[in-house]
């Protein structure tokens, strides 16, 4: 099975948990612990919400400081632009911050998300079939 799992220092995991809950992911008890919560977007995507000092006992390297220095952005696809504002709009309400306005390409509609810890999410609606008229693939 192939799976992929982001792990992400965070200052509070309790309220991290909370933030990305409201984006739609869901508890995945099964790896949460203490110091680290698992939640899942769909079965193949999982984050890790790990405190620093767990984050750091797998990695040696200094941990940037998100909310001043790009790090790695992270797309989920929905099914459509109402659910793009849906879970943007939660986000907000639940600490996270919209830096910048949403990008509509016609075929494709992006807003962008920073979590509590400056982690920086893309929610986007594709119409594929508007894509690949737009581009001519097929």
Same mark, same amino acid.
């Given at each position: ?62 941990? &940037? ?11 989920? &696809? ?16 639940? =600490? ?25 999410? =893309? ?16």
């Amino acid at each position: 099975m192939k799976q992929i799992f982001i792990n992400l220092p965070v200052k509070d995991v309790e309220a991290s948990m909370a933030f990305y809950q409201q984006l739609g992911f869901t508890a995945n008890p099964l790896f949460t612990f203490d110091d680290q919560k698992c939640l899942m977007w769909g079965n193949q995507i999982h984050v890790m919400l790990q405190t620093a000092e767990m984050f750091k006992s797998g990695n040696k390297k200094h941990l &940037p400081d998100t909310k001043t220095n790009a790090t790695a952005t992270f797309t989920l &696809p929905v099914e459509s632009l109402d659910k793009v504002n849906e879970l943007i709009e939660n986000g907000v309400k639940a =600490g996270g911050r919209e830096l910048t306005p949403m990008i509509d390409e016609g075929f494709m509609q992006i807003r962008n998300i920073e979590d509590l810890d400056g982690h920086n999410w =893309g929610i986007i609606y594709l119409d594929i079939e508007k894509f690949k008229q737009v581009t001519g693939k097929f």
